[in-house]
T-cell receptor
Framework: GENVGLHLPTLSVQEGDNSIINCAYS??????FIWYKQESGKGPQFIID?????DKRQGQRVTVLLNKTVKHLSLQIAATQPGDSAVYFC??????????FGGGTRLMVKP | EAQVTQNPRYLITVTGKKLTVTCSQN?????MSWYRQDPGLGLRQIYY???????DKGDVPEGYKVSRKEKRNFPLILESPSPNQTSLYFC???????????????FGSGTQLSVL
């Protein structure tokens, strides 16, 4: 199951640098946001989430920032490693029972 | 090992030939869902199920059916597949509704379907 990269925005970073992946969400009523990582040939995996009553949440090497004013979500990866190469999706919960996913961003880490 | 298992991994079929993609989870999750992934469109939800015998349409349900007769299984049925259903399909499950109490969605490895 390859992700087709031709239509995906791509971010290329040097190994060891920090990465910032951005996402604009659509519904101001969304109250829960998640970042997923999808490696080649695999299903998406949960990275980190944040509720709308927060503007920042930190995990191990990852930080999610939420700006509700402009409906913007970002994922920051510190000291990017080759294993971070993947497609990253943001998702929002805006209808109670469903998640709506963004189109994805491909992160390429150069050694 | 806790996982979501879907089969087959790859499937090539012809227009109109009924097919079923199976999905099973071993985590006693109540919520299960099917997504399709297409270039530039991200993941779009086809159907979801809140519990046994409870299913609801997602964003793109046309041409698909699902059933939830048992908690662990959530098959995706294409009664008469068409070429526009060529896609990468993912099954996912979570303990409760995603977003409620921060429930996390677990995904299977995907089924690449080609309809000729």
């Amino acid at each position: 199951g390859e992700n087709v990269g031709l239509h995906l925005p791509t971010l290329s970073v040097q190994e060891g640098d920090n990465s910032i992946i951005n996402c604009a969400y659509s519904n101001s009523a969304s109250d829960y946001f998640i970042w997923y990582k999808q490696e080649s040939g695999k299903g998406p995996q949960f990275i980190i989430d944040i509720r709308s009553n927060m503007d920042k949440r930190q995990g191990q090497r990852v930080t999610v920032l939420l700006n509700k004013t402009v409906k913007h979500l970002s994922l920051q990866i510190a000291a990017t490693q080759p294993g971070d190469s993947a497609v990253y999706f943001c998702a929002e919960n805006n209808a109670g029972n469903m998640l709506t996913f963004g189109g994805g961003t491909r992160l390429m880490v150069k050694p | 090992e806790a996982q979501v298992t879907q089969n087959p991994r790859y499937l090539i079929t012809v227009t109109g030939k009924k097919l079923t993609v199976t999905c099973s989870q071993n985590m006693n999750h109540e919520y299960m869902s099917w997504y399709r992934q297409d270039p530039g469109l991200g993941l779009r939800q086809i159907y979801y199920s809140m519990n046994v015998e409870v299913t609801d349409k997602g964003d793109v349900p046309e041409g698909y059916k699902v059933s939830r007769k048992e908690k662990r299984n959530f098959p995706l049925i294409l009664e008469s597949p068409s070429p526009n259903q060529t896609s990468l399909y993912f099954c996912a499950s979570s303990l409760g509704t995603p977003g409620e109490h921060n429930e996390k969605l677990f995904f299977g490895s995907g089924t690449q379907l080609s309809v000729l």
